[in-house]
């Protein structure tokens, strides 16, 4: 599959980002994953989304080793590190970090009829009620609520080990570059009520958010 490396910064963070064209893709290509039999019965899409969220992790671990798949289907990092990887169109990103929280999501912005069609499903009165001040574009701003709660539930799962739904975290507050969420509900060991403040950036059609608590 053919593939370019490159890396950005957020919020001084280095962000590992592998920009890839699905066409090229083989099955031969994944033989470079030590697990690559464990996706014998996915379809190209998944297989070659894979491949790309893998080589992008490769990098963010100094190109020393690759992240096996968990229980749940979450990466398997080294002992002692935390990492995320996220993918949309055709790029993937991945991020790791030796301490603290780590979760990083990409979405292309949701069109706006679509996020109203969806909203009750991601997002309560309350937080529609700030996206439509924030000052955003519902479009964006709607985007952006959607994938921070997917970066935090990444961030949040190899703690909590249970699965989270959107409604587990609202949206307390959307700023140019950071964006608050607030847990709604108890996740052991985190707290109702304890926040977390994730970074975002807009890049072309797509937005990605990221945590990174060390």
């Known amino acids: 599959m053919y593939t370019t490396y490159s890396t950005f910064l957020l919020a001084g963070h280095t962000v590992h980002r592998i920009t890839f064209d699905p066409a090229t893709f083989t099955d031969a290509d994944l033989l470079w994953l030590p697990h690559h039999q464990q996706l014998s019965q996915a379809g190209r899409k998944r297989k070659a989304d894979h491949l790309a969220g893998r080589i992008a992790a ?46 990083i999501d990409c979405e292309a912005i949701i069109d706006e009829h679509e996020a109203r069609e969806i909203q009750d499903g991601v997002i309560d009165m309350r937080e529609a009620q700030l996206l439509a001040e924030c000052g955003f574009p519902f479009d964006l701003a709607f985007t952006l609520a959607f994938s921070a709660k997917e970066s935090l539930f990444k961030a949040l799962f190899p703690r909590v080990q249970a ?30 009520n304890q926040a977390f403040t994730l970074h975002w950036c807009h890049i072309d059609t797509q937005v990605l958010t990221l945590i990174c608590d060390a």
């Open 163 to 192: 699965w989270m739904g959107f409604d587990s975290a609202r949206v307390t507050s959307l700023a140019a570059h950071t964006l608050t969420l607030t847990l709604t509900c108890p996740l052991p060991p985190f707290a109702q």
């Open 58 to 103: 490769f990098h963010a671990l100094n190109r020393k080793t690759i992240p096996g798949i968990g229980s749940s289907g979450e990466p398997q990092w080294p002992a002692g590190i935390a990492g995320s990887i996220s993918h949309s169109g055709t790029q993937a990103v991945a991020i790791c970090s030796k301490n603290g929280i780590v979760g």
